[in-house]
């Protein structure tokens, strides 16, 4: 049975997005092996079928010292496990899995899958520039060694100039993947007023601070509009939202903030829509594929992954990123039109039953593994 090593950054992180890409190695005849840090979810990734070989060294230190222990750790995995296959799960996995599968010889074939590109490659300055050349120059490194490259979106492959450079190791799945069964369709609660709800994590480069501020602009017009903030605050830390700000945002009126809520149905049966001004970033989020599915419309910006996955008038409103007034205007075509909202749902549902569904992306992972394991991959 073909081996198939799938090398993430934590346990808790695998077991939240990627216990489908177990199941579809199963049903492929292969032999899935996770490798992450472990913090107490390794119970349910081997649930899942797969079995889980912890990384002893941390996954978020900086240190040279520490990330070369990691290194050597993950290099003793590949030898002792010597996978006919290596799929590595974001970017610190595929930088380290690439230097360790060298450093143990390990010539199996691997794929690099990547869930957005951060936000400083997404930043619009000369910064951003500088770090989106590094990027294609290393990751049209490791396609010409025969590395196969996965996003979640066309945009991000596009953003890097990669469908240029090496158009034949690039590929497009739809995202992580949504079960509509599990986030089906939801009625829509009374309306006016109409409810938002912002239910990504608490991070600047999210865009909470620009949905607070179009919601207030929107009730200062006299719109009745609500905005509801799902999520924990994050431990101190520049890319986060400081609790104190939620705090501040949760005392105006018509905003709310809320701490992290196990179960997603009911929150969409509480709200409209999602908002979601992204800065870029982050691919293709779930957030998206989620609200979709249970028929909710989206507000979101034009950044790679968020503004190709929404249809503009379609499935929600993609306006300009950290454009409040824009904002503004999108809460208010929704605010004004119940009826555009219901359809705009129905079409979002359309579309993830069409190949963002769960099963689509376990197809599609299915297909890409078993050329790669045949021998079939792109030149």
């Known amino acids: 049975?073909?081996?198939?090593?799938?090398?993430?950054?934590?346990?808790?992180?695998?077991?939240?997005?990627?216990?489908?890409?177990?199941?579809?190695?199963?049903?492929?005849?292969?032999?899935?092996?996770?490798?992450?840090?472990?913090?107490?979810?390794?119970?349910?990734?081997?649930?899942?079928?797969?079995?889980?070989?912890?990384?002893?060294?941390?996954?978020?230190?900086?240190?040279p010292q520490l990330l070369w222990r990691q290194v050597t750790a993950l290099r003793q995995i590949l030898t002792e496990e010597s996978p006919d296959l290596l799929h590595c799960l974001g970017l610190r996995a595929v930088l380290l899995g690439r230097v360790a599968a060298m450093l143990a010889g390990n010539s199996a074939p691997c794929i690099c899958a990547f869930n957005g590109l951060g936000p400083f490659c997404a930043r619009p300055d000369a910064a951003g520039a500088l770090l989106r050349a590094l990027a294609r120059t290393v990751l049209a490194a490791m396609a010409s060694r025969g590395a196969?490259?996965?996003?979640?979106?066309?945009?991000?492959?596009?953003?890097?100039?990669?469908?240029?450079?090496?158009?034949?190791?690039?590929?497009?799945?739809?995202?992580?993947?949504?079960?509509?069964?599990?986030?089906?369709?939801?009625p829509m609660p009374w309306a006016p007023p109409l409810k938002l709800v912002f239910g990504s994590p608490l991070l600047w480069a999210n865009g909470p601070d620009l949905a607070v501020a179009a919601v207030r602009m929107a009730r200062a017009k006299?719109?009745?509009?609500?905005?509801?903030?799902?999520?924990?605050?994050?431990?101190?830390?520049?890319?986060?939202?400081?609790?104190?700000?939620?705090?501040?945002?949760s005392?105006?009126?018509?905003?709310?903030?809320?701490?992290?809520?196990?179960?997603?149905?009911?929150?969409?049966?509480?709200?409209?829509?999602?908002?979601?001004?992204?800065?870029g970033g982050d691919g293709l989020p779930a957030i998206l594929s989620q609200a979709a599915a249970a028929c909710r419309p989206v507000i979101t910006t034009d950044v790679a992954g968020c503004g190709s996955f929404v249809r503009d008038g379609i499935d929600g409103c993609v306006v300009p990123s950290g454009d409040v007034e824009a904002l503004t205007?999108?809460?208010a075509l929704m605010a004004r039109a119940p009826g555009?909202?219901?359809?705009?749902?129905?079409?979002?549902?359309?579309?993830?039953?069409?190949?963002?569904?769960?099963?689509?992306?376990?197809?599609?992972?299915?297909?890409?593994?078993?050329?790669?394991?045949?021998?079939?991959?792109?030149?």
Do not use: C
Request: glycine share 10%; aromatic share 6%.
């Open 148 to 186: 196969l490259l996965l996003f979640d979106n066309p945009d991000d492959p596009a953003l890097l100039g990669l469908t240029e450079a090496v158009p034949d190791r690039v590929r497009v799945i739809g995202g992580l993947g949504v079960d509509p069964v599990l986030h089906g369709p939801e």
């Open 329 to 331: 205007e999108a809460i």
């Open 222 to 249: 006299g719109l009745d509009v609500t905005l509801s903030l799902i999520g924990a605050a994050f431990p101190p830390s520049p890319r986060a939202v400081p609790a104190e700000t939620l705090s501040g945002w």
């Open 1 to 63: 049975m073909p081996r198939l090593l799938l090398v993430g950054s934590e346990d808790w992180l695998f077991a939240l997005r990627h216990l489908p890409a177990v199941r579809a190695a199963l049903e492929l005849g292969l032999d899935p092996v996770v490798v992450a840090r472990e913090s107490g979810h390794r119970r349910l990734i081997e649930a899942a079928g797969a079995r889980f070989v912890a990384l002893p060294a941390p996954t978020r230190s900086r240190s």
């Open 251 to 279: 005392a105006q009126p018509g905003i709310s903030w809320y701490g992290p809520t196990p179960d997603i149905g009911p929150i969409w049966r509480q709200h409209h829509a999602l908002i979601l001004p992204s800065r």
């Open 340 to 379: 555009l909202v219901e359809r705009m749902g129905r079409a979002g549902r359309d579309k993830v039953l069409a190949g963002y569904a769960e099963r689509d992306v376990m197809e599609a992972l299915k297909a890409i593994w078993g050329k790669q394991v045949s021998g079939q991959g792109a030149p």
